[in-house]
């Protein structure tokens, strides 16, 4: 498990108006290239060896499970920032503002009043 | 020497921009008298006349990340390139540049580190809206040159409630010692409870409306010991999961001394409660 590469995930398409697109439109294909090529950089001449994803992690991240993510332990800005920048504008038109952040809530509920999984890494 | 002029310390809301300047008809209908009583609130810096400001905030995986995370990080440069892409896109708040105060900057890092408060630092930072925030809301006019202190409220493990309001202490006997005439402001920004990407996100309040209220009161009177004796990391969690952003309210109180407030305001305002301190110094901290 690698709660850290995840968020790298997170941050790194976040941040980039072209690697976000790329998430949006083709996450099974564009999750690949990053775990090629985007999340093993450190800086434009270095290259890690360290991190990689399980199975559950790479199919959270192509099916943007953010329910997932949050079970996991991603940390919850980078998890709920990234969706909003994919779904919000979609909701919005649909059902009104917020509608996405309150759908997202909603599907955590079984969260509520307990614990939830540490975002320490 | 330089001279404290005020304290303020306030939550950051990124959506204030856009929700106060919206055309008035597609306007939330608390947005008039959330400007009231920003605007009213930015009074109480103004009347001060700063020179120079300190601001405190906490970079949300702007700059900082995972890789490389300093609990509490001073800016030294000349200036500050402000607002990243995903702000820009998500609340639509545009970028701004900052001045900054290499001298000051550098004179607060070693009093810091005398303190045995060993900060990281920055001479190339971009910050992000928990500094930019306050600057649209108390000195939109962006005319003064600024201190960034960045402290870490987001990648635990964090540092305690005491060290940040010890933290607040030292940073006050910096400004105090600083070789100057310069009126100087401390702004810092934080949060009552709250809830990103969690079960209690976005509710018509906070997540613990009953924490805001006590936590208005404890600042209003200065009650650091009732802080201590009631908030650390697993009580701010109950409250909501991105509650520790009230660390930085108790480190302004720490800047202003265990005080009573002069200025107190709040609103209610969808998913969050708004809060709004300002102290004004009696004496030089000791
Ligand atoms: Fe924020």
New interface residues.
């Given amino acids: 498990m690698s709660k850290?590469y995840v968020?790298?995930f997170l941050?790194t398409v976040?941040?980039?108006?072209d690697y976000l697109r790329r998430y949006t439109e083709d996450p099974r294909n564009f999750v690949a290239t990053w775990e090629q090529s985007i999340g093993p950089r450190l800086n434009d001449a270095e290259m890690s060896t360290v991190h990689s994803f399980t199975e559950a992690e790479r199919e959270a991240l192509i099916n943007h499970d953010?329910v997932a993510l949050?079970e996991m332990g991603a940390?919850?800005?980078?998890?709920?920032?990234i969706f909003?920048?994919i779904y919000?504008e979609i909701f919005m038109t649909k059902s009104g503002p917020?509608a996405f952040?309150?759908e997202?809530?909603?599907k955590?509920?079984?969260?509520?009043g307990k614990?939830?999984p540490?975002?320490?890494? | 020497m330089a001279q404290l002029v005020a304290t303020l310390a306030s939550t950051h809301h990124p959506f204030y921009l856009k929700a106060t300047t919206l055309p008035p008809e597609q306007q939330m209908p608390q947005a008039a008298e959330w400007k009231r009583k920003v605007e009213a609130y930015r009074e109480t810096l103004a009347r001060t006349k700063p020179d120079v400001l300190v601001m405190i905030g906490s970079d949300h995986f702007h700059q900082i990340f995972l890789d490389n995370c300093p609990q509490f990080l001073i800016g030294k440069a000349p200036r500050y390139d402000a607002i990243f892409y995903n702000e820009e896109r998500e609340f639509g708040i545009p970028k701004y540049v900052l001045e900054g105060d290499e001298a000051m900057s550098g004179f607060m890092h070693q009093h810091l580190m005398d303190q045995n408060f060993d900060f990281a630092f920055s001479n190339e930072l971009k910050i992000d809206h928990s500094i930019i925030c306050p600057i649209i809301t108390v000195r939109p006019q962006n005319d003064l040159p600024v201190v960034p202190i960045y402290t870490n409220i987001f990648a635990p493990p964090l540092a305690s409630p005491r060290r940040f309001y010890n933290l607040g202490r030292a940073i006050r006997k910096a400004i105090d010692a600083y070789p100057s005439e310069k009126r100087v402001a401390a702004i810092g920004t934080g949060h009552l409870s709250l809830e990103l990407g969690g079960p209690r996100q976005f509710m018509e309040t906070g997540p613990d409306p009953e924490f805001d209220h006590r936590a208005i009161e404890w600042l209003r009177n200065g009650d650091i010991d009732a802080i201590l004796d009631n908030v650390d990391h697993a009580s701010m969690a109950k409250s909501g999961n991105a509650t520790h952003g009230f660390l930085n309210f108790i480190l302004m109180l720490g800047v202003a001394g265990p005080e009573g407030a002069d200025y107190v305001d709040n609103l209610d305002l969808f998913h969050t409660m708004e809060a709004y301190f300002t102290w004004y110094p009696k004496e030089s901290a000791a």
């Fill in positions: 850290y968020n790298k941050f976040d941040r980039d108006p953010y949050f940390h919850f800005f980078l998890n709920l920032t909003i920048g919000d917020l952040q309150k997202f809530a909603l955590l509920q079984s969260w509520k614990d939830y540490s975002v320490a890494t």
